[in-house]
Each structure stands twice: as structure tokens, then as C-alpha cells.
């Protein structure tokens, strides 16, 4: 009784992995003719950012989850867009001024075609704003929960598939002695640098020109 409890006051805590996120999508005024929300039926980031002047929201979802948010398109970014498994994203390719794509990279087994995919639903110049995992439990749906990524593999992922790293938000453990004892503990060795706290990126970038 006592262990149900507290997973239930858990579920309901903002983790500060969470927090972090918020943190940076606070900071994000997004003034656009149209939006892409990849992955966002369960959390649409439209209330989340600090202003919003968008005149065409859409949501892309592969519906694996309920949704809060009906997707208008729905598709499996892990695979080539086509008339046959996607076939609502066609006549949407190079129609997007901003790609949101948010904690939906631990889920995808193919980065590079989802990260070329998120690039042709952006126009020439157009923005994304992405995030990737780091440090992580494994996590639902089961059978799902895939990759994590190092800073230098989400910038290497990012410009092999036609964008620009415009900035990094890094995120941090809360208690990064914590996370350094566990290491030291089992004898891992990492960078005499400042990284040993990273979690996770939120990363703003642009479609590269040509």
C-alpha cells in the first residue's frame, strides 16, 4: 500500500530533467507562418514558450500513445517519407518555418532518416528545436525506449543530416557528486572536464542553405 502511494506522489513530481526543459522552452519566442509539432500529440508545446504568433499549428504523431492533441499528420519518422507509409506528410514537405521535435529521440531506432525527414518538412533557413537524451532510466512505453546521445553525437547527427547547431542547452543532473560517486564507484573514467553532469541537450538549430 505504502509503495503504491508513493509511486503515485512520483508520477506526479516534475523531475528536473522536466524542469530543465521548461526552463529552456521559456526562454523561446516563436513568431511563424507555420509550426510543426513532431511528436507533440501527447504535449503540445504550443502554451509551453514564452510568446507564440503562429498563424498554422500542426501536430505530427505516430500514434503509438493517447493523444491529447489529435495529429493532423500521422507518420513513422524512423522511415522515408512516402505516398505509402506517410501518406498526409507528403504535400507538407518544405511547407514548415519551425520544427519542434521534444523528447521523442530516445524512441527513434533510425536518427538519420527521422533527423533528414524533420528536414524536409523545414524550408530553406527554417528553425528546429530538438532535444536529446543522455542520462536517462529506461523507460514506457516497453519496447520502445531506444538510443541516448552524447553532445558530440547529436551535433554529428545534426550536421550529416543537413542543419546548422545554432545553440546547446545543456542539462545537468541536480546532484552531480551524486552522479560522480556512481562512476567512481564502478571505476568509469570519463573526460577531466566539466561533462560528467550532462543529461540531455535541448538543441536549437537551421536548415543548412543548398
Given at each position: 500500500?505504502?509503495?503504491?502511494?508513493?509511486?503515485?506522489?512520483?508520477?506526479?513530481?516534475?523531475?528536473?530533467?522536466?524542469?530543465?526543459?521548461?526552463?529552456?522552452?521559456?526562454?523561446?519566442?516563436?513568431?511563424?507562418?507555420?509550426?510543426?509539432?513532431?511528436?507533440?500529440?501527447?504535449?503540445?508545446?504550443?502554451?509551453?514558450?514564452?510568446?507564440?504568433?503562429?498563424?498554422?499549428?500542426?501536430?505530427?504523431?505516430?500514434?503509438?500513445?493517447?493523444?491529447?492533441?489529435?495529429?493532423?499528420?500521422?507518420?513513422?519518422?524512423?522511415?522515408?517519407?512516402?505516398?505509402?507509409?506517410?501518406?498526409?506528410?507528403?504535400?507538407?514537405?518544405?511547407?514548415?518555418n519551425v520544427v519542434f521535435c521534444l523528447?521523442?529521440?530516445?524512441?527513434?531506432?533510425?536518427?538519420?532518416?527521422?533527423?533528414?525527414?524533420?528536414?524536409?518538412?523545414?524550408?530553406?533557413?527554417?528553425?528546429?528545436?530538438?532535444?536529446?537524451?543522455?542520462?536517462?532510466?529506461?523507460?514506457?512505453?516497453?519496447?520502445?525506449?531506444?538510443?541516448?546521445?552524447?553532445?558530440?553525437?547529436?551535433?554529428?547527427?545534426?550536421?550529416?543530416?543537413?542543419?546548422?547547431?545554432?545553440?546547446?542547452?545543456?542539462?545537468?543532473?541536480?546532484?552531480?557528486?551524486?552522479?560522480?560517486?556512481?562512476?567512481?564507484?564502478?571505476?568509469?573514467?570519463?573526460?577531466?572536464?566539466?561533462?560528467?553532469?550532462?543529461?540531455?541537450?535541448?538543441?536549437?538549430?537551421?536548415?543548412?542553405?543548398?
Open positions: 500500500m505504502l509503495s503504491r502511494l508513493q509511486h503515485a506522489i512520483r508520477g506526479r513530481q516534475t523531475s528536473f530533467f522536466r524542469q530543465q526543459l521548461n526552463t529552456w522552452l521559456a526562454t523561446l519566442e516563436v513568431s511563424a507562418e507555420r509550426v510543426l509539432d513532431a511528436g507533440g500529440g501527447a504535449n503540445p508545446v504550443k502554451n509551453r514558450v514564452r510568446s507564440w504568433h503562429v498563424r498554422d499549428y500542426v501536430i505530427l504523431d505516430n500514434c503509438l500513445e493517447n493523444q491529447r492533441t489529435e495529429p493532423r499528420i500521422i507518420a513513422d519518422l524512423n522511415r522515408g517519407l512516402s505516398t505509402e507509409n506517410s501518406p498526409t506528410a507528403m504535400g507538407e514537405c518544405g511547407s514548415f523528447e521523442v529521440m530516445e524512441y527513434i531506432w533510425n536518427p538519420v532518416v527521422a533527423l533528414e525527414n524533420l528536414n524536409l518538412f523545414l524550408r530553406e533557413g527554417g528553425r528546429l528545436y530538438i532535444t536529446f537524451p543522455f542520462v536517462y532510466p529506461i523507460h514506457d512505453p516497453v519496447g520502445y525506449d531506444f538510443l541516448r546521445y552524447t553532445q558530440e553525437g547529436a551535433q554529428k547527427l545534426l550536421t550529416e543530416t543537413g542543419f546548422q547547431v545554432n545553440d546547446i542547452f545543456i542539462r545537468r543532473i541536480h546532484d552531480e557528486k551524486l552522479l560522480a560517486a556512481a562512476y567512481n564507484a564502478d571505476r568509469m573514467h570519463g573526460r577531466e572536464d566539466n561533462t560528467a553532469g550532462h543529461t540531455g541537450y535541448c538543441v536549437t538549430a537551421t536548415k543548412s542553405k543548398g
